[in-house]
């Protein structure tokens, strides 16, 4: 607790002088500053999924991580970067896998240490091999304590697939066409939408619906294609003909 942390000094009097010894109390620990841990909610099976954590040490001295343990399979920790109390960056990231995703250590772990009144981020790729619900925890050893860091998730099996799109029809500056979104999903439970997007400007997809049902042909939005919005270095859009549409690809 903060109270286990604070300055005094000790004095000694001899019949000579007195001797002021400055002390340093402190408990050792380190501390997690995302109690949630580290919560991948819902993922599909064989689908690498990244969290982060933060652990700080409080101390006026750095502290040594000598362990670090996980029940569950397929989660890989890595160091990614240390930052000073002021939010200074002083390690870039470094990426050192501290734990396997056989959830075992790579090797004979040497000691790792979060240097004092620093924070370590931790990374955390989690896959999940099959189907099923997790709730574990990673935890990491000290010499005075160990850490435990909240893990859970939902893996599904299953995919995601949407129709392709039938080529637009002849459409020219001032003159917008539109077509509707289809998909559908194989997973056992609903499925939610949560953002649609396209890297080519000409093309607004807009969600309507943003749950899928198993197995169910399900129209989830709209996409309208707008040669207007052509990149302005895009030979296409400043013709006087009409244009095709995008490509098919």
């Not at 399979?73 to 939010?87: A, I, K, R, W, Y």
């Not at 309208?224 to 690809?249: C, E, I, L, M």
């Amino acid at each position: 607790s903060a109270s286990s942390l604070f300055s005094t000094t000790l004095v000694l009097a001899t019949n000579v002088t007195l001797i002021r010894i400055p002390v340093q109390c402190y408990h050792g620990n380190l501390e997690v500053q995302d109690k949630e841990g580290l919560q991948a909610g819902l993922l599909g099976v064989n689908v690498s999924v990244t969290r982060r954590f933060n652990i700080t040490n409080p101390n006026p001295v750095a502290v040594s991580i000598h362990g670090i343990t996980c029940g569950v399979q397929g989660v890989e920790l890595s160091v990614e970067s240390v930052t000073s109390p002021s939010g200074e960056l002083v390690q870039s990231p470094d990426i050192r896998t501290l734990l396997l995703t056989a959830g075992k250590p790579k090797h004979k772990l040497a000691p790792y240490s979060v240097p004092a009144k620093h924070t370590a981020v931790f990374r955390a790729d989690i896959v999940a091999d099959g189907e099923r619900e997790v709730s574990d925890v990673v935890t990491i050893d000290t010499d005075r304590d160990s850490v435990l860091v909240p893990l859970s998730y939902r893996s599904l099996l299953g995919a995601l697939s949407i129709e392709s799109l039938s080529p637009f029809e002849p459409s020219f500056a001032g003159r917008v066409a539109r077509q509707a979104i289809y998909a559908s999903s194989t997973y056992r439970f609903p499925v939610k939408l949560t953002s649609i997007a396209s890297s080519d400007p000409r093309l607004a997809p807009t969600l309507t619906n943003v749950t899928l049902l198993p197995g169910i042909r399900t129209r989830i939005g709209r996409v309208t294609f707008d040669p207007s919005r052509a990149p302005p270095d895009d030979a296409t859009s400043g013709g006087s003909g009409p244009w095709q549409g995008p490509p098919n690809d």
